[in-house]
């Protein structure tokens, strides 16, 4: 189970106090920006990269984003 991995030259991790937020550092992880905040797609559990995709195993079912986390689609 991942929280955090590399993608796209950047990392990204669910938050750990709060896991419907994820955030992304471009600098190896000296500094971490949000780069998703929202519930509505539940809490976040795993990451995994799918190579064009980015997966996100949620408490509401698995999403993919195509766009580094910014916005997120229900996997049917």
């Not at 509505?40 to 079912?61: C, M, P």
């Amino acid at each position: 189970m991942s929280q955090m991995i590399n993608y796209n030259g950047e990392m990204i991790r669910i938050n750990s106090t709060n896991s419907n937020k994820l955030e992304y550092s471009k600098n190896d992880g000296r500094t971490w920006n949000t780069r998703f905040s929202g519930s509505s797609y539940g809490n976040f559990i795993e990451l995994i990269d799918n190579g064009k995709e980015l997966l996100a195993k949620t408490s509401k079912g698995l999403y993919y984003s195509k766009n580094e986390g910014r916005t997120w689609n229900k996997r049917s």
